[in-house]
């Protein structure tokens, strides 16, 4: 199954901007999907993940903020993003996972700047 991210771009600070991850397939063929993202100089990070049952899961620095979900008929996981700052601007990327491998996506760029 490939993953397609969108939704990136440039936002002002305090800004809200929605990520999407189109799979080819049935996102439920994934046990656990996730947003990452990867900042300039800096290892990349998990952000969200979301189970395949539904269970939702944050880091600490975008808790509150961030909100994945998904749309099973469209095949789709979103992060919804506000209150940004300069400190979220990365590439996020979306994954898939299963016992037996893990898709990525190419990702998108998000900007956090005035």
């Known amino acids: 199954v490939q993953l397609v991210e969108s939704g990136g771009g440039l936002v002002q600070p305090g800004g809200s901007l929605r990520l999407s991850c189109a799979a080819s397939?049935?996102?439920?063929?994934?046990?656990?999907m996730g947003w990452y993202r990867q900042a300039p100089g800096k290892q990349r990070e998990l952000v969200a993940t979301?189970?395949?049952?539904?269970?939702?899961d944050y880091a600490h620095s975008v808790k509150g903020r961030f909100s994945i979900s998904r749309d099973g008929a469209k095949n789709t996981v979103y992060l919804q993003m506000n209150s940004l700052s300069p400190e979220d601007t990365a590439v996020y990327s979306c994954?898939?996972?299963?016992?037996?491998?893990?898709?990525w996506g190419q990702g998108t760029q998000v900007t956090v700047s005035s």
């Open positions: 994954n898939g996972r299963t016992t037996l491998y893990v898709s």
């Open positions: 397939g049935s996102i439920f063929s994934f046990d656990v």
């Open positions: 979301i189970t395949s049952g539904g269970t939702t």
